[in-house]
Nanobody, 122 residues
Framework: QVLLVESGGGLVQAGGSLRLSCAAS????????MGWFRQAPGKEREFVSA????????YYASSVKGRLTISRDNAKNTVYLQMNSLNSEDTAVYYC???????????????WGQGTQVTVSS
């Protein structure tokens, strides 16, 4: 059984930082592209960031580039999302995902975590 478990969400003031983690089990972690998506109330789930299997290449949505950093530790089967300079538009449930398809689309991912809430107060 594949499990992706996110942690690290919470309430933070605008301008603050959070670090999300996603621990994976039940899959060969290093064989998967890992991604982060987010979904705000009433909105579609949207791509945030992705990292290739070996961690050499990263991708970001334009809205988060320069503020968020994705990384992974294949020895620990964990992917991270360091979030800096947060603003109210970053408020959403954040999901990690593992996939072998297109890194920028929901359909490109095979497995999803349950999500972690990030709330940014102004």
């Amino acid at each position: 059984q594949v499990l992706l478990v996110e942690s690290g969400g919470g309430l933070v003031q605008a301008g603050g930082s959070l670090r999300l983690s996603c621990a994976a089990s039940g899959l060969t972690f290093s064989s998967y592209i890992m991604g982060w998506f987010r979904q705000a109330p009433g909105k579609e789930r949207e791509f945030v960031s992705a990292i290739t299997k070996g961690g050499s290449t990263t991708y970001y949505a334009s809205s988060v580039k320069g503020r968020l950093t994705i990384s992974r530790d294949n020895a620990k089967n964990t992917v991270y999302l360091q979030m800096n300079s947060l603003n109210s538009e970053d408020t959403a449930v954040y999901y990690c995902a593992a996939g072998r398809g297109s890194w920028y689309t929901v359909k490109g991912y095979d497995y999803w975590g349950q999500g972690t809430q990030v709330t940014v107060s102004s």
